[in-house]
């Protein structure tokens, strides 16, 4: 779509992925003027675990996931044991549970492609009449008298023209540009993610069980803080990857490329997996934990990846991205209803008010899992006690059950309680 030479919107998003075109599709549906920039850097063909929260914020914006990829029944917790043979270790003990039920989201997940799901979303952002500018980049905002009025965007062929609008969100990813343009920042020794990933060929791509590796080691044979995976695809693959978290005790030297070809030799036999991927290895950090802040400003606000909204225990972020997409679009339709930016407000407490205990819990944990005494016998509990498996399942999705619960909600507000005397980190 080509921009006129000046543009006056309701809201101005800039990026768009699934924060904001969840933002997008909430402010359409209130009659609400959106235009979203979105540099379209190439297809994301990542292969993605949707969580139920996942599918619960998809079906909130009107897509049932269920219905459009490979369904995920069960979640399998596998350990890795030392084995001098193998550098990254041995198959060890495991156990597989459904997923934890929670009332406010479904009993199943799924897995399908970063790309697929934009796709659905950009759909729907269409039919909602919402303005796609596609290659466009947002290359500056426009301030006047200290206040955020839109961006200046340059489009494919190299033009620039103004896009104004009442308020702005921000939504252009882990690396976001225009949010640091805007006075974001990252605190410098909280938690990031690194993770790495490719699709094999299998046999068993129907499989309808999502598997998690504990105990991934470096090359030395110490328990690194992450995990890898395999996610059948029902499209003849199966996504093998890594997640490294930074405080690993060998996170500066760890080669997540390397750590990947140790997940898939050590897994290949089992998943039946070709020897070569039939997608290119790609990968990136991720911001966790709410990291980065602030994530309101006069008249704009910071929503998903660019807000660092990843969960600190487990790298995964696309159910959080949907969330504050949807509590962000529902904050700036109040503030535009309201004719009040003071309204725009409410939104870092409402992020705060649903992860940020969670997410101090999860940044303390992960500084745990990096000592190498303490996740070995962590990950010999998730790979021989199914009832522990479930529970850590639970913690670690952010599937807890509301009211008493049992024994896992029980640890979580116990570790919860006691991290309010520790300093933040």
């Not at 990829?69 to 043979?85: M, N």
């Not at 003990?93 to 970063?114: F, I, L, N, Q, Y």
């Not at 839109?150 to 976001?176: H, K, L, M, Q, Y």
């Not at 992020?351 to 101090?360: S, W």
């Amino acid at each position: 779509m080509t921009a006129p030479a000046a543009t006056d919107v309701d809201v101005l998003i800039v990026g768009g992925g699934p924060a904001g075109l969840a933002a997008a599709t909430e402010l359409a549906r209130r009659g609400r003027d959106v235009t979203v920039v979105d540099r379209l850097d190439g297809l994301d063909d990542t292969t993605m675990l949707f969580t139920p929260r996942a599918v619960a914020a998809a079906r909130r914006l009107g897509i049932d996931l269920l219905e459009f990829f490979h369904p995920i029944d069960r979640v399998r917790l596998t350990t890795s044991v030392a084995d001098p043979a193998h550098p990254g270790g041995a198959v060890g003990p495991s156990t597989s549970s459904a997923w934890p039920r929670v009332r406010v989201a479904p009993e199943g997940g799924c897995v399908g492609t970063r790309a697929s799901f934009v796709a659905h979303l950009r759909a729907l952002a269409e039919v909602l009449d919402v303005t796609l500018l596609d290659g466009y980049d947002a290359v500056e905002p426009i301030v006047d008298r200290g206040f955020v009025r839109g961006a200046c965007v340059r489009s494919p062929d190299g033009a620039t023209a103004e896009v104004r609008a009442t308020f702005t969100i921000v939504a252009d990813g882990g690396n976001s540009n225009f949010g640091r343009l805007l006075g974001t920042y990252r605190q410098p020794d909280w938690p990031i993610a690194v993770a790495h990933a490719a699709d094999y060929r299998s046999p068993l791509h129907l499989a309808a069980e999502a598997e998690i590796v504990v105990g991934v080691t470096d090359r030395a044979g110490t328990p690194i803080a992450g995990y890898g995976w395999m996610y059948p695809t029902g499209a003849d693959t199966v996504g093998v990857g890594v997640m490294l978290m930074s405080t690993s005790a060998s996170f500066a030297v760890i080669n997540p490329a390397h750590l990947l070809d140790r997940v898939v030799e050590q897994h290949a036999s089992r998943w039946q997996l070709d020897p070569e991927p039939a997608t290119t290895p790609a990968g990136g950090r991720i911001p966790l934990g709410s990291s980065v802040g602030p994530l309101a400003g006069p008249t704009y606000v910071i929503i998903g990846d660019a807000g660092a909204a990843a969960n600190p225990l487990t790298g995964l972020g696309i159910d959080t991205a949907l969330e504050t997409g949807i509590m962000a679009g529902d904050v700036v339709g109040e503030a535009l209803d309201a004719e009040s930016a003071a309204v725009l407000q409410q939104y870092p407490k409402l992020v705060d008010d649903r992860y940020g205990a969670y997410y101090k819990f999860g940044r303390l944990t992960e500084r745990a899992l990096g000592q190498p005494s303490f996740s070995r016998r962590l990950h010999h509990a998730l790979g021989s006690r199914p009832s522990f498996a479930e529970g850590a399942l639970r913690v670690g999705l952010q599937h807890l059950r509301a009211g008493r619960g049992g024994v896992p909600e029980l640890i979580y507000r116990s570790a919860r309680a006691a991290g309010v005397f520790v300093p933040d980190a």
